[in-house]
């Protein structure tokens, strides 16, 4: 099969969470039936129609040599190749289906380039009548990746639900995912303003659910119910998408959860801080008339390990374990044999050893996850060639080459990279990166061949459009972006993690003015009642908002635990980003796109 260029049909398959409702069997509330594969529904259970929707096979051409050759190149992304392959055309007469095709192709070359504007029109412009389904098919399949690259989330799940009508059957389960992630990344004003604009009465029924899914946990499982009564044809209806079935099966929390954080030791700042935010979202929860689980919490730093603060926590009733915190920690629970309770770890290791009873689930703030979305914020936005800048060490030696592997996956090039280490390294790590030497080694050649001073002003490379900044501190890079202008880069965008930024405003942050980030819900004004709680308690856990937001997700996903036993199609719409899970059950994080604004952080 070709390359359609679709998201959603480009997502593993998580054949291990077949396994996974096993392993969540000590989380509070069951639910009430056996979960089905990830990749099949309901509906297709009832109807295994192995032809259902339109055939992927292309009509016959006299001209698939050429197709098929351009094809090739551009899945090694060589826009050129392919280009001279479509050259072979030029003066032929041409059926609709093959003067479409080409069209098509040409599209996919103007994207490869960077083009992303030019690409889409040429798209629109495909809409005669009589291409062939599966041409079409491809077509609208490349329009929704360009419009999910650029973040166009609201279009892209109304072009994604309209795809999923006449989709091959194997692949509408996951173009309803895409539906459903895409409505969960639009904000609630703009689905409330497409709802009355709406006349599609799936479209309508979509809409309608997005905007339920925002309502208090008290309300929500009676909401979807009178929903799915109202729209039982609805292909959102079974099931119901992001997990919510389980939500609805799992019954009455009633349960009890322990807490293990360190909360006396050298951590405990960052443990009080997790702990605030996951209390807030406990507490707003039972004010909006949920039914809460008992909470049991245990000081990390007053158990010998992590598995004695495990089995304590055991013989005490827990049904579920939220922590531990550290990397050590976790490692330790990771080695475990036996795992009667499920155990929601707030960090990220390497490796799980597979153990029997219940399932260990990762959900952290690792910069990986950064390090995924500002790739895709780029290159959504038709940069095509970086410039990396990695701190020295550990942590950079992580990070680089997870943005670097997402960054080549998705069709960009890395001209160059470098690493700094110390303040006095910035300057020069920089200048080497944008090549000023070899420029300032011509201007003196030029110099000696003359033997007369000349007028000279450095010349940077030219062949990057973006530079990664990763720095790990607000205090790199705000030493980091202004050198860049300094050695004549102030052109060229750039991107960094959220690591740059501590939560706190700052003055000094102007010196980041004009860097994209990718940044978490939570400090683009996300959850405001949770935050305005803590910060009128002073339980903030000091300028540590991040760890706030991540014990409020903690705790969302906590209370949604069987929801995760649905595997590729379970989605929280989280304060520390869109959560989805890995088939090695570590959640990750989709963060949202932001700017610094005369100092101040602001979202896209």
């Known amino acids: 099969m070709r390359n359609t260029h679709s998201r959603p049909l480009s997502q593993p398959a998580l054949i291990v969470l077949v396994l996974l409702p096993m392993f969540l069997s000590g989380c509070a509330g069951k639910p009430a039936k056996k979960p089905e594969e990830p990749k099949e529904t309901a509906v297709e259970i009832r109807e295994p129609k192995p032809s259902e929707g339109i055939s992927l096979t292309l009509p016959p051409s006299s001209y698939s040599g050429a197709f098929n050759s351009a094809e090739q190149s551009l899945a090694q992304f060589n826009w050129m190749q392919a280009s001279v392959a479509l050259q072979a055309l030029e003066g032929k007469s041409l059926s609709t289906d093959d003067s479409a095709y080409r069209s098509y192709l040409q599209a996919r070359i103007s994207y490869i380039r960077g083009d992303q504007e030019s690409a889409l029109a040429q798209l629109d412009r495909l809409q005669a009548p009589g291409i062939s389904p599966a041409l079409r098919y491809r077509i609208l399949s490349f329009k929704h990746y360009i419009l999910d690259m650029k973040g166009d989330s609201l279009s892209c799940a109304q072009l994604a639900d309209q795809i999923s009508r006449t989709a091959p059957g194997d692949t509408v389960p996951a173009w309803k995912r895409s539906v459903w992630r895409n409505l969960e990344k639009t904000d609630e004003a703009r689905l409330s303003a497409a709802l009355p ?290 050695h004549y880069a102030g052109d060229i965008p750039v991107y960094a993690l959220s690591t740059i930024y501590s939560g706190v405003p700052d003055q000094r942050n102007q010196d980041l003015n004009g860097i994209f980030l990718a940044e978490t819900p939570w400090l683009l004004g996300a959850n405001p009642g949770l935050r305005v709680t803590l910060a009128a308690g002073d339980a903030g856990g000091g300028n540590l908002p991040q760890l706030n937001a991540l014990g409020a997700d903690a705790f969302l996903v906590q209370s949604g635990f069987s929801r995760l036993q649905s595997g590729a199609d379970a989605l929280f719409r989280g304060n520390t980003g869109l959560l989805t899970m890995d088939p090695d059950l570590s959640i990750r994080r989709e963060l949202s796109a932001a700017t610094f604004d005369g100092g101040v952080l602001k979202a896209q």
């Open 197 to 486: 604009l709406a006349s599609d009465p799936q479209w309508r029924g979509w809409l309608n659910l997005a905007l339920i899914s925002r309502s208090p946990p008290s309300t929500l499982p009676d909401q979807l119910a009178r929903w799915r009564n109202e729209n039982p044809g609805h292909p959102a209806a079974r099931p119901l998408p992001g997990g919510l079935d389980y939500l609805l099966a799992q019954g009455t929390r009633g349960g009890k959860v322990a807490i293990l954080l360190p909360l006396s030791g050298e951590l405990a700042r960052a443990g009080r801080a997790v702990l605030n935010g996951f209390l807030a979202a406990y507490y707003e929860d039972r004010a909006a008339g949920g039914t809460p689980d008992e909470l049991l919490v245990i000081d990390m730093d007053g158990s010998t390990s992590a598995t004695n603060a495990y089995q304590e926590a055991i013989s005490r009733g827990a049904t579920i374990v939220v922590g531990p915190l550290s990397k050590e920690s976790l490692a330790d629970l990771a080695t475990l044999p036996e795992r009667p309770v499920p155990i929601l770890a707030l960090n990220r290791i390497d490796q799980v050893l597979p153990a029997s009873g219940s399932a260990l689930v990762q959900l952290s703030l690792a910069p990986e996850d950064d390090a995924r979305t500002i790739a895709e914020l780029a290159f959504g936005r038709g940069a095509r060639r970086a410039l990396i800048i990695t701190p020295a060490g550990d942590w950079g030696a992580k990070v680089e080459p997870v943005l670097r592997e997402r960054w080549t996956t998705l069709g960009g090039t890395v001209a160059d990279s470098v690493t700094y280490t110390t303040y006095d390294d910035y300057s020069s790590s920089v200048k080497s990166l944008l090549s000023l030497g070899a420029s300032e080694q011509r201007a003196k050649e030029l110099r000696d061949l003359l033997g007369t001073n000349i007028e000279f002003t450095p010349r940077r490379r030219q062949d990057a459009d973006v530079v990664f900044l990763l720095s790990r501190t607000s205090t790199e890079a705000r030493s980091m972006k202004p050198l860049l202008a300094f």
